[in-house]
């Protein structure tokens, strides 16, 4: 029962734990290899099938006549606009290129990504409002859609592979990819709450199902991000990777920081904590890999592992106080 207790109690640090551990067993014993090899390409399916089934669990509970724009939602949206142009202008202004701009890259799609889907899922256990970081995950969505192709053709690195598209089919390219997993999920969770009462009534009844699923999904998450890290070690010098991760982790901590200090003003300081410090790190990755440096992927690769260090404490600290709920 104690070692239940301890997962049930630190499920986020024991999946990531549980992630590097497996990615390294099947990466270097020589027995397990050849299995690891075989399971790689299907790894990248894997994560698009958990969101989908935990964005459903989690939409099971949405109150769908409450998902409607409020005051902090502008607020939190727009300190994202003035991160990114602040960080785009620093770059274009001051001409940077070399490895600095590579860590500048790494920094910009952990900004420029959008909420994480599954911010609603730790917003839920920390009670905060869950029609509304609904609501911002769409808001938060549309404005990443918008900042890549506005402002990736003004970085060096991004030119040559933009250099043949043009605004609007890069801007409903990108809307669709991050939209599409969060509608389908939503439009089959409306059609049971609406249709099929008792598969509904199961559904919200498994205490925390959204939040150990996501917890399983992170075992995958972590071990993908292992990958990364080690085939970015070959290609770059291990201090360099050890600043990007410093950065990551600063980054994490100023935007968690700014999220609840802007919340702290409508009351509403988990939601926009989570809304600004909690990121799509599988979408910026995408991004980074596609039209930025490779390297510039151990950006979000490090912050997913910092955003979910961040969110482990909350919750213990929530737990501890009495306060925290089901998911």
């Known amino acids: 029962m104690g070692v239940v207790k301890f997962i049930k109690d630190w499920t986020l640090p024991v999946a990531m734990a549980t992630g590097t551990a497996v990615y390294l067993l099947f990466r270097f014993v020589p027995v397990l290899r050849p299995i690891g090899q075989w399971y790689e390409p299907y790894n990248a399916n894997v994560l698009p099938d958990f969101m989908f089934l935990i964005l459903f669990v989690t939409f099971c509970k949405v109150d769908f006549r409450k998902l409607l724009p409020v005051k902090w939602h502008f607020w939190t949206g727009l300190q994202q606009v003035i991160f990114v142009l602040a960080l785009v202008g620093g770059v274009v202004g001051f001409g940077i290129t070399g490895r600095a701009l590579v860590m500048l890259e790494a920094i910009l799609v952990c900004i420029i990504g959008p909420c994480a889907a599954a911010a609603a899922v730790v917003t839920a256990k920390l009670g905060g409002s869950l029609e509304e970081m609904t609501t911002y995950t769409f808001v938060s969505n549309f404005i990443s859609a918008l900042l890549i192709p ?56 498994v205490k925390d199902l959204s939040y150990y699923m996501w917890g399983a999904s992170l075992v995958v998450v972590t071990g993908t991000t292992a990958m990364n890290i080690a085939d970015a070690w070959s290609h770059t010098s291990v201090f360099f990777l050890l600043s990007i991760a410093a950065m990551a982790l600063l980054l994490c901590i100023i935007q968690f920081a700014t999220g609840r200090f802007i919340g702290h003003y409508f009351g509403r300081t988990i939601e926009a904590g989570q809304a600004l410090g909690q990121k799509n790190t599988a979408f910026a990755i995408w991004v980074a890999t596609a039209f930025l440096h490779p390297l510039s992927s151990v950006g979000p690769g490090c912050y997913i592992l910092w955003q979910n260090m961040i969110n482990s404490v909350e919750i213990w600290i929530f737990r501890k106080r009495g306060l925290e709920q089901a998911s």
Do not use: T, Y
């Not at 690195?157 to 250099?163: F, I, N, R, V, Y």
């Not at 605004?167 to 990108?174: A, G, T, W």
């Open 150 to 205: 506005l402002c990736f053709p003004l970085l060096p690195q991004a030119d040559a592979a933009l250099e043949a598209v043009s605004f609007l089919p890069l801007f409903l390219e990108i809307l669709w990819k991050v939209s599409v997993v969060l509608l389908l999920p939503m439009l089959l969770a409306f059609v049971v709450k609406h249709g099929f009462g008792r598969l509904h009534r199961w559904v919200i009844s």
